[in-house]
């Protein structure tokens, strides 16, 4: 089982910045991916920003030049960093891994969300 911690979630005004974090732990042989999807009430969770073991990144149209996800490999951790947030960036934002476990079965798992609230 992989357990995903998520952090750095807040009100911020538009314009401003937030930095998410997730941390993965448990049964990890290695991470393929981490990755930020986020969703509003009444919609569909949609990708945000995902990386790859192989380095490599992708991000969704919506937040390209704005947004910027890393990895910090020996501490299981994905980190998004947010500037020029806009009010249509508020949503709850959930962190996903794809990991190879000490099984060596590849599973998926999500983070609990934390919330990002952009005032305009």
């Known amino acids: 089982q992989v357990h995903l911690v998520e952090s750095g979630g807040g009100l911020v005004q538009a314009g401003g910045s937030l930095r998410l974090s997730c941390t993965a732990s448990g049964s990890i042989f290695r991470i393929k991916s981490l990755g930020w999807y986020r969703q509003t009430p009444g919609k569909q969770r949609e990708l945000v920003a995902i990386?790859?073991?192989?380095?490599?990144?992708n991000y969704a149209d919506s937040v390209k030049g704005r947004f910027t996800i890393s990895r910090d490999n020996a501490k299981n951790t994905v980190y998004l960093q947010m500037n020029s947030l806009k009010p249509e960036d508020t949503a709850v934002y959930y962190c996903?891994?794809?990991?190879?476990?000490?099984?060596?079965?590849?599973?998926?798992?999500w983070g609990q969300g934390t919330q990002v609230t952009v005032s305009s």
């Open positions: 990386i790859t073991s192989e380095e490599t990144i």
């Open positions: 996903k891994s794809g990991v190879i476990g000490n099984d060596m079965r590849y599973r998926e798992d």
